[in-house]
């Protein structure tokens, strides 16, 4: 799934238009890296989104189409 896609079904940000500026102005780090919109996401990868005053890091549990409000935040795990 795409990175900007993902973060849109897990709701870590609720548009895919604004994930997908987040990806191109570098605010989105997957695994310490800038990635683009396009990036493969894949079960295990560390996310880290910079928008707002602190970083919101994650790991990504699972992977789905589509998921419920209260079904999203079982694809990934918060990390301090």
């Known amino acids: 799934m795409r990175l900007d896609k993902f973060l849109k079904v897990s709701r870590i940000i609720k548009r895919r238009t604004v994930a997908n500026e987040a990806c191109d102005a570098g605010r989105v ?20 989104v910079q928008l707002g005053s602190k970083p919101f890091r994650a790991e990504v549990l699972s992977i789905n189409e589509y998921a419920k409000k209260d079904e999203a935040p079982m694809m990934y795990k918060v990390l301090g």
């Open 29 to 48: 780090l997957v695994n310490d890296k800038a990635e683009r919109a396009s990036y493969a996401v894949k079960v295990g990868d560390i996310i880290e």
